[in-house]
């Protein structure tokens, strides 16, 4: 079982709605999780960090966090078709060790 | 800040020749991570250093593949003799350590080395 699983996807939607991105991890201690976003022929930026159980917010994104589940997701509003990209989600897997999920590939068509 | 910087940028080598990979780490940060992208396998972690110090190599694919970090501001990893199966998009990382900054383990990435073994 691979410690951090996501759907490769791609997940289209249209321009203005809603997109979910999954994430569950193995690892019950992991205590850190973190959504990356990826462009073709680009380095991973960081956009979301979470730590506690619920949901946090920042501007159109909002990460939920399941502890109980293993879960963490992203739901980004009003999707843009520059939000197109592939969304990595990473958990720390102790002493700072990222592990990194495979990616789901966004597609926001106009 | 300049951010994490990566050299070559690309690099197309012949099958057996050593190859070498630089990564220099924003300032103050004491941790660097590097890491292997392909498409079959994703983002893999290959080793990572805390102040200088290699704390997991278990993600090094074999001994061909070597990492240093002789002080806190330049990395390398080498590898010798590489192989076809060694193309890949390589990216070195860094970030403060938990200790400092709690359980926020915010990496920052590279631009990354593009290799390809012919």
């Known amino acids: 079982q691979k410690e951090v699983e996501q759907n490769s996807g791609p997940l289209s939607v249209p321009e203005g709605a809603i997109a979910s991105l999954n994430c569950t991890y193995s690892?019950?201690?992991?205590?850190?999780f973190f959504w990356y976003r990826q462009y073709s022929g680009k380095s991973p930026e960081l956009i979301m960090s979470?730590?506690?159980?619920g949901d946090k917010e920042d501007g159109r994104f909002t990460a939920q966090l399941n502890k109980a589940s293993q879960y963490v997701s992203l739901l980004i509003r009003d999707s843009q078709p520059s939000d197109s990209a592939t969304y990595l989600c990473a958990v720390n897997g102790g002493f700072q060790k990222l592990v990194f999920g495979t990616g789901t590939r966004l597609l926001v068509s106009p | 800040d300049a951010g994490v910087i990566q050299s070559p940028r690309h690099e197309v080598t012949e099958m057996g020749q050593e190859v070498t990979l630089r990564c220099k780490p924003i300032?103050?940060?004491?941790?660097l991570f590097w890491y292997r992208q392909t498409m079959m396998r994703g983002l893999e972690l290959l080793i990572y250093f805390n102040n200088n110090v290699p704390i997991d190599d278990s993600g090094m694919p074999e001994d061909r593949f070597s990492a240093k970090m002789p002080n806190a501001s330049f990395s390398t990893l080498k590898i010798q003799p590489s192989e076809p199966r060694d193309s890949a998009v390589y990216f070195c990382?860094?970030?403060?350590?938990?200790?400092?900054?709690?359980?926020?383990?915010?990496?920052?990435f590279g631009q990354g080395t593009r290799l390809t073994v012919v």
């Open positions: 300032s103050g940060h004491n941790s």
């Open positions: 979470i730590y506690s159980n």
């Open positions: 990382a860094s970030s403060l350590d938990p200790t400092r900054r709690g359980l926020d383990t915010e990496a920052f």
């Open positions: 690892d019950r201690v992991s205590q850190s």
